[in-house]
């Protein structure tokens, strides 16, 4: 795979991923929990996400579907 | 067919009202420490253990050696530039799916992204949901017009496929009615 078509794959998932997020659920919660959520919608990264959170992948996983940010399969 | 699942796979596939369809396609599918560990909801918990209780999924603590390799693919991951990293979990995943050939079930950009990349890697089999949506639509485990059950899978786990994805899905399918009506 060319390095350039990762990227515009990787663009357009972070695309979905902004456009789908509810953002006023986003930003009212705890200065942790967000920034894991903001990191999780610019990366796609639930694993990194959840340490961010200091949550488990799975429970970092509710939030995502509660914050309504999509798994994106390029 | 063995498939060794990730944390995110296995807890969103969970969700999924037709998640039967993947013990059809696999005889086993195994579930590391690593990230059975990640597991906390009591529905998914269920979900594994009653699967463990009957053999399709098997518990799998890696050993020393796997271990060992599964850092390395993050140490790598995490040198290539502009190359997304791949997470202990799913690089445990990718370690065991090169030593035994089974198959990773992930839905990890990096980990699907650095098998491409890495001539070690290249020949380890990544299915994400969508690859074993298809699998099972072809071996006829699913059934009915693919496109809704495609979007029963995005609606129920917050999934979003692109769309080059969804048409290699369709064409494929169409294909194969094709070839099994000229024979």
Redesign the interface.
Known sequence: MKLNEMNKDLEWARSVRRKYANWEFINKQPPRIKAALIYLVETGDLYVASRIANLTVEEMDELRMKANIPIVIP | MIGVAD??FI??WSKYSNREVLFKLFNKVLILKQVL?????EE?LNYIVQKMMTEQIEFYEPSTLVLREADEIVRRSISIP????V????ALCIAIGRGYGYVVLT????AY?FV??EDRYKHVIIW???DVLREAYLKGFLHGDPLNIIEEY?RE??????K??INRFIELVSRRKHERGTN
């Not at chain 2, 502009?82 to 990293?85: A, E, I, S």
């Not at chain 2, 997470?87 to 799913?90: G, H, K, R, S, Y």
């Open positions: 944390t995110c807890i969103d560990d990640e597991v906390r909801r998914t502009h190359l997304r990293r997470d202990l979990p799913e839905e990890n950009l990096g992204y491409k990349h994400r949901s969508i995005q786990t917050k999934h979003v496929f692109s080059r994805e």
